[in-house]
T-cell receptor, first 114, second 110 residues
């Protein structure tokens, strides 16, 4: 099946710095990718839709200047957490749509802000 | 607005017993519904989906789900649980983007 990768799998950064997370579709092209954030108590929240060649679409309540999304090619979307704070610590997961409405998910990135 | 609800945070079941993980939905138009499973520190894996057709959908690892329009439900089921089924299960709905429920942790005891 289709594979989506994320890099890095884990990252620790200091408060105030920025962190970039990459999401790649390895064997298919994705004009759209999705970014999710998973909170400690399980819930999976859709943050934004990444669109190749155009601006990302953010869900209500998600700060677009805080979470910068770039979809530079048909196989790569990046999420940059700017001026990270401890409350940004979370598990970030990306996905790309496949055939027949299925989504292919990346393995996730654990971000810890100290 | 579209929403998916999973009313149980956790479901406990003994190995060999049948299991049910509940999901209800609220969508306009025809619902596209999905179940995904997540193992620790991993992304989500597709289990099954309902788009149209038979209300009983069969998926991976022996799981199945029944679409019930009158009850707006899409409960996940398995006739005989395995310890290895212990994981986090998400019900989702949508076409161009997926909205998930809050997840249900399934714990299967030996």
């Amino acid at each position: 099946g289709a594979v989506v990768s994320q890099h890095p799998s884990r990252v620790i950064c200091k408060s105030g710095t920025s962190v970039k997370i990459e999401c790649r579709s390895l064997d298919f092209q994705a004009t759209t990718m999705f970014w999710y954030r998973q909170f400690p108590k399980q819930s999976l929240m859709l943050m934004a839709t990444s669109n190749e060649g155009s601006k990302a679409t953010y869900e209500q309540g998600v700060e677009k200047d805080k979470f910068l999304i770039n979809h530079a090619s048909l196989t790569l979307s990046t999420l940059t957490v700017t001026s990270a704070h401890p409350e940004d610590s979370s598990f970030y997961i990306c996905s790309a749509p496949g055939q027949r409405y299925e989504q292919y998910f990346g393995p996730g990135t654990r971000l810890t802000v100290t | 607005a579209q929403s998916v609800a999973q009313p149980e945070d956790q479901v406990n079941v003994a190995e060999g017993n049948p299991l049910t993980v509940k999901c209800t939905y609220s969508v306009s138009g025809n619902p596209y519904l999905f179940w995904y499973v997540q193992y620790p520190n991993r992304g989500l894996q597709f289990l099954l989906k309902y788009i149209t057709g038979d209300n009983l959908v069969k998926g991976s690892y022996g799981f199945e789900a029944e679409f019930n329009k009158s009850q707006t439900s899409f409960h996940l089921k398995k006739p005989s649980a395995l310890v290895s089924d212990s994981a986090l299960y998400f019900c989702g709905g949508g076409t161009d983007k997926l909205i998930f429920g809050t997840g249900t942790r399934l714990q299967v005891f030996p």
